[in-house]
């Protein structure tokens, strides 16, 4: 098979990045080739764990094995951050039908407000149950989420927030 030449954008909070995340930038670079990944604020979310300088710097490292990426932080539509970058079209990862319908009408709104159009991947079946919130909230007690997340972000969590003395193991 060529190699791909498309240059795809991938927008998300990435409060953290974990591994879900990292799933879908490999896919992408697979199918598609160079992913711009635009780290954002998203407006009906809580204020972050992380700033976005943070969250950039986290993703850089934990997405230095794939190539051909390229991560910028962006302040704004994520159809603007589509059309800064040069991208083709956007890409956005499926976790569950939930995901699809918040996907779908935003990639409606987005095509009709720019004509830029967005392309969903599935996330792989062992990591459709994981998400940035509920890491945020079990690592904040000190519990063990280094398997969700990508090394840098889990060293970074460990930092912030000690192993708690008393926490279980994980059940097997
Ligand atoms: O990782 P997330 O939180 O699901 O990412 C959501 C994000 C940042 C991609 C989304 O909130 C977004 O596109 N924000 C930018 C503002 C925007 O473009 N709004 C119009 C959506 S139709």
């Given at each position: 098979?060529?190699?791909?030449?498309?240059?795809?954008?991938?927008?998300?909070?990435?409060?953290?990045?974990?591994?879900?995340?990292?799933?879908?930038?490999?896919?992408?670079?697979?199918?598609?080739?160079?992913?711009?990944?635009?780290?954002?604020?998203?407006?009906?979310?809580?204020?972050?764990?992380?700033?976005?300088?943070?969250?950039?710097?986290?993703?850089?490292?934990?997405?230095?094995?794939?190539?051909?990426?390229?991560?910028?932080?962006?302040?704004?539509?994520?159809?603007?951050?589509?059309?800064?970058?040069?991208?083709?079209?956007?890409?956005?990862?499926?976790?569950?039908?939930?995901?699809?319908?918040?996907?779908?009408?935003?990639?409606?709104?987005?095509?009709?407000?720019?004509?830029?159009?967005?392309?969903?991947?599935?996330?792989?079946?062992?990591?459709?149950?994981?998400?940035?919130?509920?890491?945020?909230?079990?690592?904040?007690?000190?519990?063990?989420?280094?398997?969700?997340?990508?090394?840098?972000?889990?060293?970074?969590?460990?930092?912030?927030?000690?192993?708690?003395?008393?926490?279980?193991e994980i059940r097997?």
């Open positions: 098979m060529s190699r791909p030449t498309c240059r795809v954008l991938y927008p998300g909070s990435f409060d953290p990045m974990h591994l879900g995340h990292v799933d879908v930038v490999e896919q992408a670079a697979e199918l598609f080739g160079t992913v711009v990944i635009a780290a954002m604020h998203n407006p009906s979310k809580p204020s972050g764990m992380f700033t976005v300088d943070q969250r950039v710097a986290m993703i850089t490292e934990s997405i230095a094995h794939v190539p051909g990426v390229e991560v910028h932080p962006f302040d704004g539509l994520a159809v603007d951050a589509a059309i800064e970058f040069g991208a083709d079209f956007m890409v956005k990862g499926l976790r569950n039908g939930g995901d699809f319908e918040i996907e779908q009408q935003m990639a409606h709104t987005n095509h009709s407000v720019s004509g830029v159009r967005t392309v969903y991947v599935p996330c792989r079946p062992e990591q459709v149950f994981v998400s940035s919130r509920f890491i945020r909230e079990i690592a904040q007690y000190g519990r063990e989420v280094s398997h969700l997340v990508p090394k840098p972000v889990a060293a970074e969590l460990a930092r912030l927030f000690p192993p708690t003395e008393a926490a279980p097997s």
